[in-house]
C-alpha cells in the first residue's frame, strides 16, 4: 500500500511511454555517467596521461553493475552526488579510483549526460512524429475526393475536402518535423571544459599543450558516439540549447493541440470521432455519450507543454556569468516534464489517427443544407452568359437568400434558395437547369490536386527515407 500514500506522478502512472521513462530514469543517468567518465579516462591516457589499461578495463567491467545505494548513503555524508557516485565507482573499480573523474567538474557528467538524454529522447518524439505523420497521410489520401463544408470564423465557408483538411494537420506537423531535424543536424556536447569553461585544469594536466586538451575534447564527444562540441562555454553549456529544444517540443504540442480542437468541433458536428473502445464509457451521468476524451487530454497535456516552455527562457536568460544554480532544480523538472508529456500527447495522436471514424452521409448532408449559398457565384456566372445583368442579378440572389437564411432560422425549415432563385423570371433557370449547374461545379476547388501534389511532392520522400523508424505501437495506460 506504501505506492497510494505518497505523490506519484500521473507522467510515470498515466501519460508517458515505459521508454520515455527509462530515459530519464536514474539508472539511464547514472549508466551515462560511467560513459562519461571512461570516455575521459581513455581520451587522458591517449594522449599521454599515466593511466593504465587496467584501471579503463576495470571502470568498463563495472559500467552497469550499478551501487546506487551506497552512492545515497555516501551522498548524505558528504552533500555532493558526483563525488557520490565518483566514490561507489571507485569501490567496484579500485584502481581506476585515483583516475576517475580526473580534471573534471561536476558539470562534465551532468551537462553532457542531460545533453545525451535529450538527444536519445529527440529521436524517440521524432520517430513518433513521423508515424503520426504517415497515419495522417494515409488519411488524407483516403479521403481527398471527399468534400465537406470548409469554415471561416467557425461559419459555412466555401468547400473543402476531408483530405484536404487533414493536410492542414499534416503540414503543420511536417513543419515541426523540419525544426526538430534542423536541432539533431547541429546538436553539440558540452566536452570536457573546466570550472568556468576556459579548460585549465586540463591544460595544467598537459604541461599546457593546448592541442592535447583541444583533443581530450574532440576524443570524449567522438567515444559518445557524437560529432560535434561547444567551442565556447562557462562551466555549462549555455541554458540556449534547453530553451530551443523545449521550443521544438511546443511546436509539436501547438501543431497536436490544433488537431485535438478540429477533431472535438468535428465530433459535435458527428463528421469524425476519435476511435471508440468496446467497454469505453463515455459519462457518468449519460449512457449515450461518446465524449472526445483523447482529443481533450492531448489538448490538455500539449498546453502545459507550451506553458512550460517559458521554463528555460527564463533560466536563460538569468544566469549569471560563467554559472549560478538555480537552473538546476527547474532545469530538473522543467526538461524531462517535457519529454514525458510530449510523449504522452504524440501517443494518443498515433492512437486516435490511426482510427479516425468518418461518418460520409452526415458531412454530405451538413453540405447539402449550406451548399445553396455557395453555388450562387456559380449561377450569376452562367446567367451572365446568358444574357443577365451581373449587378441586377447579384442583387436579387442577396435578398433571396436572406429571405432562405431566415426561413432556416426562425422557422427551422429547410434552405430553400435555389427553389426561390429558380422561380424568379429574371434569371430564366429552371431547377434542371441549376441541378446541372451545380453538378459540374467544381466546389472544393483544387483541393483533392493539392493533396495528392502535398503527399507525393512533400511528405513521401521523407516517409520514404524514414521508413524504418515508421510504425511505432501505442498501448495507452488509460
Same mark, same amino acid.
Given at each position: 500500500m506504501d505506492k497510494y500514500n505518497k505523490y506519484i506522478s500521473p507522467f510515470s502512472e498515466r501519460?508517458?511511454?515505459?521508454?520515455?521513462?527509462y530515459i530519464f530514469s536514474e539508472e539511464y543517468k547514472f549508466k551515462t555517467w560511467r560513459k562519461m567518465w571512461i570516455a575521459l579516462a581513455e581520451a587522458?591516457? &591517449?594522449?599521454? !596521461? *599515466?593511466?593504465? *589499461?587496467?584501471?579503463?578495463?576495470?571502470?568498463?567491467?563495472?559500467? *552497469? #553493475?550499478?551501487? +546506487?545505494?551506497?552512492?545515497?548513503?555516501?551522498?548524505k555524508l558528504?552533500?555532493?552526488?558526483?563525488?557520490?557516485?565518483?566514490?561507489?565507482?571507485?569501490?567496484?573499480?579500485?584502481?581506476?579510483?585515483?583516475?576517475?573523474?580526473?580534471?573534471? =567538474?561536476?558539470?562534465?557528467?551532468?551537462?553532457? @549526460?542531460?545533453?545525451? =538524454?535529450?538527444?536519445?529522447?529527440?529521436?524517440?518524439?521524432?520517430?513518433?512524429?513521423?508515424?503520426?505523420?504517415?497515419?495522417?497521410?494515409? %488519411?488524407?489520401?483516403?479521403?481527398?475526393?471527399?468534400? =465537406? !463544408?470548409?469554415y471561416t470564423h467557425y461559419q459555412a465557408a466555401q468547400p473543402t475536402t476531408v483530405g484536404k483538411?487533414?493536410?492542414?494537420?499534416?503540414?503543420?506537423?511536417?513543419?515541426?518535423? &523540419?525544426?526538430?531535424?534542423?536541432? $539533431?543536424?547541429?546538436?553539440?556536447?558540452?566536452?570536457?571544459?573546466? @570550472?568556468?569553461? @576556459?579548460?585549465?585544469? %586540463?591544460?595544467?594536466?598537459? *604541461?599546457?599543450?593546448?592541442?592535447?586538451?583541444?583533443?581530450?575534447? &574532440?576524443? +570524449?564527444?567522438?567515444?559518445l558516439g557524437f560529432d560535434k562540441v561547444l567551442t565556447i562555454s562557462g562551466?555549462?553549456?549555455?541554458?540556449?540549447?534547453?530553451?530551443? +529544444?523545449? #521550443?521544438? !517540443?511546443?511546436?509539436?504540442?501547438?501543431?497536436?493541440?490544433?488537431?485535438?480542437?478540429?477533431l472535438r468541433l468535428l465530433a459535435n458536428l458527428k463528421e469524425i470521432e476519435e476511435p471508440l473502445e468496446k467497454n469505453q464509457i463515455g459519462s457518468s451521468a449519460m449512457p449515450y455519450k461518446r465524449n472526445p476524451m483523447r482529443a481533450e487530454r492531448i489538448a490538455s497535456i500539449s498546453r502545459y507543454i507550451i506553458v512550460n516552455s517559458l521554463n528555460p527562457q527564463i533560466t536563460a536568460a538569468t544566469q549569471w556569468f560563467e554559472r549560478t544554480l538555480d537552473d538546476s532544480a527547474n532545469k530538473r523538472i522543467a /526538461?524531462?516534464?517535457? %519529454? !514525458?508529456?510530449?510523449?504522452?500527447?504524440?501517443d494518443i495522436y498515433i492512437n486516435?489517427?490511426?482510427?479516425?471514424? /468518418?461518418?460520409? #452521409?452526415?458531412?454530405?448532408?451538413?453540405?447539402?443544407?449550406? $451548399?445553396?449559398?455557395?453555388? =450562387?457565384?456559380?449561377?450569376?456566372? &452562367?446567367?451572365?452568359k446568358r444574357g443577365g445583368d451581373r449587378q441586377a442579378l447579384h442583387d436579387k440572389i442577396r435578398v433571396h437568400s436572406r429571405e432562405a437564411q431566415k426561413r432556416i432560422k426562425e422557422e427551422g425549415k429547410d434552405n430553400n434558395l435555389l427553389k426561390l432563385i429558380s422561380e424568379d423570371k429574371d434569371f430564366n433557370l429552371t431547377m434542371d437547369d441549376i441541378e446541372e449547374i451545380k453538378s459540374?461545379?467544381?466546389?472544393?476547388?483544387?483541393?483533392?490536386?493539392?493533396?495528392?501534389? %502535398?503527399?507525393?511532392?512533400?511528405?513521401?520522400?521523407?516517409?520514404?527515407?524514414?521508413?524504418?523508424?515508421?510504425?511505432?505501437?501505442?498501448?495507452l495506460n488509460v
Open positions: 501519460y508517458s511511454s515505459k521508454e520515455m521513462q587522458e591516457k &591517449e594522449m599521454g !596521461l *599515466d593511466i593504465s *589499461d587496467e584501471a579503463i578495463e576495470e571502470m568498463k567491467a563495472n559500467k *552497469d #553493475n550499478l551501487n +546506487i545505494e551506497v552512492a545515497k548513503e555516501r551522498e558528504v552533500r555532493h552526488d558526483v563525488m557520490s557516485h565518483v566514490y561507489a565507482y571507485g569501490l567496484q573499480a579500485p584502481k581506476a579510483k585515483a583516475i576517475i573523474h580526473l580534471g573534471a =567538474t561536476s558539470c562534465y557528467v551532468g551537462d553532457n @549526460t542531460d545533453l545525451i =538524454t535529450m538527444h536519445e529522447a529527440l529521436k524517440l518524439i521524432r520517430k513518433k512524429v513521423l508515424t503520426v505523420m504517415k497515419n495522417l497521410r494515409d %488519411f488524407a489520401m483516403k479521403y481527398k475526393d471527399l468534400d =465537406t !463544408l470548409g483538411r487533414a493536410c492542414l494537420w499534416l503540414q503543420d506537423i511536417y513543419m515541426d518535423l &523540419e525544426e526538430l531535424d534542423k536541432l $539533431l543536424a547541429d546538436y553539440k556536447l558540452l566536452g570536457s571544459k573546466g @570550472t568556468t569553461g @576556459t579548460q585549465a585544469s %586540463f591544460m595544467e594536466l598537459f *604541461d599546457n599543450d593546448e592541442e592535447k586538451v583541444k583533443k581530450v575534447d &574532440e576524443l +570524449i564527444v567522438k567515444k562551466q555549462t553549456y549555455t541554458r540556449k540549447i534547453d530553451a530551443k +529544444i523545449l #521550443n521544438v !517540443l511546443s511546436l509539436i504540442a501547438q501543431s497536436a493541440y490544433k488537431f485535438s480542437g478540429d /526538461v524531462s516534464e517535457a %519529454f !514525458l508529456a510530449l510523449d504522452g500527447v504524440l486516435v489517427s490511426d482510427g479516425l471514424i /468518418v461518418y460520409e #452521409n452526415v458531412i454530405k448532408k451538413h453540405l447539402n443544407e449550406e $451548399l445553396p449559398f455557395m453555388i =450562387t457565384e456559380n449561377i450569376l456566372m &452562367e446567367c451572365v459540374d461545379s467544381k466546389i472544393s476547388g483544387r483541393a483533392s490536386s493539392q493533396v495528392e501534389e %502535398f503527399v507525393s511532392e512533400t511528405i513521401d520522400p521523407i516517409l520514404e527515407k524514414n521508413k524504418d523508424s515508421i510504425g511505432i505501437k501505442v498501448e
